[in-house]
């Protein structure tokens, strides 16, 4: 029987989105028969639907890494889940400055749902931020990325199909729950929901509808600050260019002293783990 796959990602601002793309074209390319379904659950109101999890033999699971996880919000609902024991693998794109807790955090996520977990990867993309003044992987991803990830996705595919049922073995990195807290928090702090600040628009509701929290009022032009995730997607994608950020190089300098930022991108290189 042709292998049914479910490609699932979350993904603000399309880094994950242009990646979950090349995984579809190239699994189309190792088998024709092969029925690749593509679930955008960015949105607030996707992320309310079932997912019929009997329909598919495996998976793959596309999150961008924020503060050092994928998202609090894609976490949440990774967890509502059952895995019933079927194959999966996680890819991440992250904008090169630590990938942090994401692939051993995830790991555990998906193996309390019964899911089982055969390889992860990380694409290194353009920062999020560099649409406020950050200059970080503005290049990426690379030929060289998309040649790991052909790798990553050739071998995965080959995981899916064997009867060895061997997880992926990923290095505990040590970081506490109350740091990895911290700095999901922090970025709360630091920096400000997109707001309209009061000019008029031509309410399209796109910045609403959209919205990966539900935390953006059309009407008002302004979003819940305890709700927005800060990830810009309404920011990027207002078609009257009328949201408005903060300038974020402040910022910048404030994490280049904690955080790998300012290195040289030839030296951030893409990886997976199987
Ligand atoms: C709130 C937030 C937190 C982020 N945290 C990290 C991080 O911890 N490490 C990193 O390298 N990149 C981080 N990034 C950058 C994103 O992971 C990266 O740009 C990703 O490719 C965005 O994916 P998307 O375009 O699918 O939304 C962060 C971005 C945002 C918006």
Same mark, same amino acid.
């Given at each position: ?8 990602y979350f993904s603000p601002t399309?880094n994950t989105?242009?990646m ?12 024709? $028969? ?9 949105? =607030?109101?996707? /992320? *309310? ?5 009997? *329909? ?5 699971f596309g999150f961008p890494i924020y503060a050092w996880r994928a998202p609090k919000l894609a976490r ?11 194959? #999966?693998?996680v890819f991440f794109t992250y904008g090169g400055v630590d990938p942090g807790a994401a692939h051993y955090n995830i790991k555990?996520i ?10 992860t990867a990380e694409f290194v993309c353009k920062h999020t931020y ?6 970080v992987m503005?290049?990426r991803p ?10 990553? !996705? ?10 060895? $049922?061997?997880?992926? =073995?990923i290095?505990?990195p040590?970081i506490?729950?109350?740091?990895l807290?911290?700095l999901e *928090?922090?970025i ?12 008029? #628009?031509?309410? #399209? /509701?796109? #910045? ?21 995730i800060r990830c810009? /997607?309404?920011?990027? $994608? ?17 994490f280049?002293?904690?955080e790998r930022l ?6 951030i290189?893409s990886n997976f783990f !199987?």
């Amino acid at each position: 029987m042709d292998m049914k796959i479910a490609l699932i990602y979350f993904s603000p601002t399309n880094n994950t989105a242009n990646m979950a793309k090349y995984i579809k074209e190239k699994l189309a390319n190792l088998d024709k $028969n092969m029925l690749v379904d593509e679930f955008n659950i960015t949105s =607030h109101s996707k /992320r *309310q639907q079932n997912l019929e999890i009997d *329909q598919y033999d495996a998976f793959f699971f596309g999150f961008p890494i924020y503060a050092w996880r994928a998202p609090k919000l894609a976490r949440a609902w990774l967890q509502t889940l059952d895995g019933r024991n079927k194959k #999966c693998s996680v890819f991440f794109t992250y904008g090169g400055v630590d990938p942090g807790a994401a692939h051993y955090n995830i790991k555990h996520i998906l193996e309390e749902q019964g899911f089982q977990l055969v390889s992860t990867a990380e694409f290194v993309c353009k920062h999020t931020y560099n649409c406020g003044g950050w200059n970080v992987m503005k290049n990426r991803p690379n030929r060289s990325d998309f040649n790991i990830a052909d790798e990553y !996705i050739k071998k995965t595919y080959k995981k899916f199909l064997s009867e060895d $049922n061997e997880s992926v =073995h990923i290095e505990n990195p040590k970081i506490s729950e109350r740091i990895l807290l911290r700095l999901e *928090q922090d970025i709360k702090k630091v920096l400000k929901p997109p707001s309209r600040k009061g000019e008029e #628009c031509s309410i #399209c /509701r796109l #910045c609403e509808i959209d919205c990966p929290a539900n935390a953006m009022d059309s009407e008002l032009g302004d979003a819940d600050s305890n709700l927005c995730i800060r990830c810009y /997607r309404c920011f990027i $994608n207002c078609p009257d260019k009328i949201l408005k950020i903060e300038d974020l190089y402040p910022i910048y300098l404030l994490f280049e002293k904690v955080e790998r930022l300012g290195v040289d991108e030839s030296t951030i290189f893409s990886n997976f783990f !199987i």
